[in-house]
């Protein structure tokens, strides 16, 4: 049986890997589109705060901690689906927009290639600076609530599944 890399862990219970899943995250909106008297599309921010919402479906059979969950529940998920983060030139420390997964990080140049890192906490430690922008990329951890829970069975095929959807906190 294979696992996936996704993790989610409830308050007092020890967390779970689950296989066969996919996720989505969503930026949860911060503002609202408006045309100017002369026609052009503008962005009205009303914040800062850069959040996501996330959708998770599983086919695995079942999910063993779904007596714990329910609507408001706050939860801790380890992400399938990866951020990148770009390093401006001359950057040496990189602090991670979010907390990553453990493995989960690869530093690369604009050509793909691999740069050697230390990582410690949240803060990325490069060996020297680049003149040119270098990408980050990572699986976050997430800290959410949940938003909406469904189980689904197919009783006939023997067949179940869950849909997970959180924003977070």
Known sequence: MHNSDLIISLAGHSSYSISNCTQELTPIPNGEFRTSINGNLLFLETSERHKYRSTIVCKDGGAPFSDGIWIGSQLLIGCVQNLWQVVEPGNKQILLIRPAVAGSISVINNFGDNIRFRIRDNELSLQRTYDDKIFVC??????????????????????GGWKLQAEEI
């Not at 990572?138 to 023997?158: A, C, G, H, Q, Y």
Request: no cysteine; proline share 5%; charged share 30%.
């Open 138 to 159: 990572f699986r976050p951890w997430l800290s959410m609530k949940v938003i909406d829970f469904v189980l689904e069975t197919d009783e006939w095929n023997m067949k």
